[in-house]
C-alpha cells in the first residue's frame, strides 16, 4: 500500500500489521499512474483531494474516519486577506461556513496543545453532533503502528478550542506526549 501520510503509515500498520506500506510521492496523477504500473495493490490519498480534481471516478474504497482519523483540518478551503479590508472581510463572510470553521478551531487546537507537526502521526476530526454539540475525535501513533492512543469527546460548538484542548489534555494522560517525541525520533532516522 503506497501512501505519502506519516499519520496514514503509522494507521494502516495499527490496524494490519501484515501490509507492506511504502511511501510514494507526487501530485495524485503520478501516484495514480504509480498505481496502475506498479506492483502496489492500493495508494490511499485525500478524498478531499480527488473530489477538488473531480477524480472520484477513482476511489475503489473510503476508509472509515473513526478508524483512519484524517488530519487537522482535511479538506477545508481556508482564503488569506488584509485584516484591515472591510470589502474583502464581507466577501470571505458570504462563503464562509461556521460548521467547517469551529470544527477545523477545535481540530487545529489538539494540533496546537500536542506540539503536533507535518512529522507527526496525529489524526484530528470534528463533526456537529447536533444540539450546540461538536463532536471530536482524535488519534496519534508511531510510524511502525506499535503503540496509539485515541479519544473521542463532545463538546460546546460555541467553544471549539476549548474542546480541542481537553482532547489533547486526554490524549497526553494516556501518553500521547511521549509517544510523539517517539514518533519524530523514529521519523529523523534514516
Given at each position: 500500500?503506497?501512501?505519502?501520510?506519516?499519520?496514514?503509515?503509522?494507521?494502516?500498520?495499527?490496524?494490519?500489521?501484515?501490509?507492506?506500506?511504502?511511501?510514494?510521492?507526487?501530485?495524485?496523477?503520478?501516484?495514480?499512474?504509480?498505481?496502475?504500473?506498479?506492483?502496489?495493490?492500493?495508494?490511499?490519498?485525500?478524498?478531499?483531494?480527488?473530489?477538488?480534481?473531480?477524480?472520484?471516478?477513482?476511489?475503489?474504497?473510503?476508509?472509515?474516519?473513526?478508524?483512519?482519523?484524517?488530519?487537522?483540518?482535511?479538506?477545508?478551503?481556508?482564503?488569506?486577506?488584509?485584516?484591515?479590508?472591510?470589502?474583502?472581510?464581507?466577501?470571505?463572510?458570504?462563503?464562509?461556513?461556521?460548521?467547517?470553521?469551529?470544527?477545523?478551531?477545535?481540530?487545529?487546537?489538539?494540533?496546537?496543545?500536542?506540539?503536533?507537526?507535518?512529522?507527526?502521526?496525529l489524526g484530528a476530526y470534528a463533526a456537529p453532533a447536533g444540539g450546540g454539540r461538536l463532536c471530536l475525535r482524535a488519534w496519534v501513533g508511531l510510524p511502525d503502528?506499535?503503540?496509539?492512543?485515541?479519544?473521542?469527546?463532545?463538546?460546546?460548538?460555541?467553544?471549539?478550542?476549548?474542546?480541542?484542548?481537553?482532547?489533547?489534555?486526554?490524549?497526553?494522560?494516556?501518553?500521547?506526549?511521549?509517544?510523539?517525541?517517539?514518533?519524530?525520533?523514529?521519523?529523523?532516522?534514516?
Amino acid at each position: 500500500v503506497g501512501t505519502s501520510s506519516i499519520r496514514r503509515v503509522a494507521q494502516l500498520r495499527a490496524a494490519r500489521e501484515d501490509l507492506d506500506v511504502v511511501a510514494i510521492r507526487g501530485n495524485i496523477d503520478t501516484r495514480l499512474g504509480k498505481l496502475a504500473e506498479s506492483d502496489l495493490d492500493a495508494i490511499v490519498l485525500a478524498r478531499a483531494g480527488l473530489q477538488r480534481l473531480d477524480r472520484e471516478d477513482t476511489i475503489g474504497a473510503t476508509l472509515d474516519p473513526a478508524r483512519f482519523v484524517p488530519a487537522p483540518g482535511q479538506g477545508v478551503l481556508a482564503l488569506e486577506g488584509r485584516a484591515d479590508d472591510a470589502r474583502v472581510k464581507e466577501a470571505v463572510q458570504a462563503i464562509a461556513d461556521a460548521d467547517t470553521f469551529a470544527c477545523l478551531l477545535a481540530e487545529r487546537a489538539v494540533a496546537r496543545e500536542l506540539d503536533a507537526s507535518c512529522h507527526t502521526p496525529l489524526g484530528a476530526y470534528a463533526a456537529p453532533a447536533g444540539g450546540g454539540r461538536l463532536c471530536l475525535r482524535a488519534w496519534v501513533g508511531l510510524p511502525d503502528g506499535s503503540a496509539w492512543v485515541a479519544d473521542e469527546l463532545l463538546g460546546q460548538f460555541h467553544d471549539p478550542e476549548a474542546l480541542g484542548r481537553e482532547v489533547a489534555a486526554r490524549l497526553k494522560l494516556a501518553g500521547a506526549g511521549d509517544m510523539l517525541e517517539r514518533a519524530e525520533e523514529m521519523a529523523a532516522r534514516p
